[in-house]
């Protein structure tokens, strides 16, 4: 009798699943500061510069779901140096071997 129960405990085990399927994580960048800039002559525009890198937050979030890789760019991101190309989303399907960017 013990040895049908362990061996239905042990067949039950084995279906179910300890992880969840899909992944979130979150991401801020930083932005590393040159000494170049402190060197700035001009204090006006070396606090300028400074102020536009305080304030400058980018949050990302990468949200994978069974082979599909979704990389957003959050809503609460705040651009005080925006970038030259502005990649928004980035959807990567490995199973269908897609990838579409969406830019600004």
């Known amino acids: ?3 049908i129960i362990m061996f239905l405990l042990s067949i039950i085990s084995i279906s179910v699943d300890a992880q969840s399927k899909g992944v979130r994580c979150t991401y801020v960048s930083t932005y590393i500061m040159h000494n170049g800039i402190l060197e700035i002559e001009n204090e006006i525009a070396r606090n300028m510069i400074l102020e536009s890198i305080k304030k400058d937050k980018k949050v990302y979030s990468l949200s994978v779901y ?3 890789y979704l990389f957003k ?10 970038m030259e190309l502005d990649v928004k989303n ?9 990838c579409i960017r969406q830019t600004e």
């Open 66 to 68: 069974d082979g599909r």
């Open 90 to 98: 980035i959807f990567m399907d490995f199973k269908d071997s897609t």
């Open 1 to 3: 009798m013990r040895f």
């Open 73 to 82: 760019k959050e809503p609460e991101t705040i651009d005080a140096m925006p």
